[in-house]
């Protein structure tokens, strides 16, 4: 069976420091990979897509960056973090019948 | 532009008391609309997929319609543990890309 992990699981930074988020799936091969933002109390907001490796498709122009350096391995990372960063990111990979998700990275920037 | 509107905010049921929760979309060319259940602090849980109106799906108390311009989501006789969020999406373009709703959150008293 198929599983996706997130870490960190909670992340407490400042502004101006760097940031790097990974998920990693496992049980399936050449999947379509998303990273996904969730503003408090919001629905959540498509920030990048990969359908392959060194394959990144961004959606919304920010302070963000996406890489795929593996199969199964997709990393969210930001030079210089802002307030506006803070939120609940979510990694996701596209099965036969939807998109499952990991359990989530809770970031706060202060 | 494609969009999701789901209705109401929140909802608060007595445990039994059944009703439903709505998700309105406009869309050029539905390919997909997909029912998650998100609890507090963890990813959306996938529950549903409906293709075309008319179609219907069930998973124990819940169960899933779709017409040309909306979609419900019918919870017969809840109980404590339905309390969450439920959000509501919509694939419109290529690579599984989805839009979400807000969601709506149900509590659900005993």
């Known amino acids: 069976s198929q599983t996706i992990h997130q870490w960190p699981a909670t992340l407490v930074q400042p502004v101006g420091s760097p940031l790097s988020l990974e998920c990693t799936v496992e049980g399936t091969s050449n999947p379509n990979l998303y990273w996904y933002r969730q503003a408090a109390g919001r629905g959540l907001q498509l920030l990048f897509y990969s359908v392959g490796i060194g394959q990144i498709s961004s959606e919304v122009p920010q302070n963000l960056s996406a890489s795929r350096p593996q199969d199964r391995q997709f990393i969210l990372s930001s030079k210089k973090l802002l307030l506006s960063d803070s939120g609940f990111y979510l990694c996701?990979?596209?099965?036969?019948?939807?998109?499952?998700f990991g359990p989530g990275t809770r970031l706060t920037v202060t | 532009e494609d969009q999701v509107t789901q209705s109401p905010e929140a909802l608060r049921l007595q445990e039994g008391e059944s009703s439903s929760l709505n998700c309105s979309y406009t869309?050029?060319?539905?390919?997909?609309l997909f029912w998650y259940r998100q609890d507090p602090g963890k990813g959306p849980e996938f529950l549903f997929t409906?293709?075309?109106a008319g179609e219907e799906k069930e998973k124990e108390r819940l169960k899933a319609t779709l017409t040309k311009k909306e979609s419900f989501l019918h919870i017969t006789a809840p109980k404590p543990e339905d309390s969450a969020t439920y959000l509501c999406a919509v694939q419109a373009g290529g690579y599984n890309k989805l839009i979400f709703g807000a969601g709506t959150r149900l509590a659900v008293h005993p």
């Open positions: 409906l293709y075309s």
């Open positions: 869309v050029s060319g539905l390919r997909g």
């Open positions: 996701a990979w596209s099965g036969r019948e939807g998109q499952y």
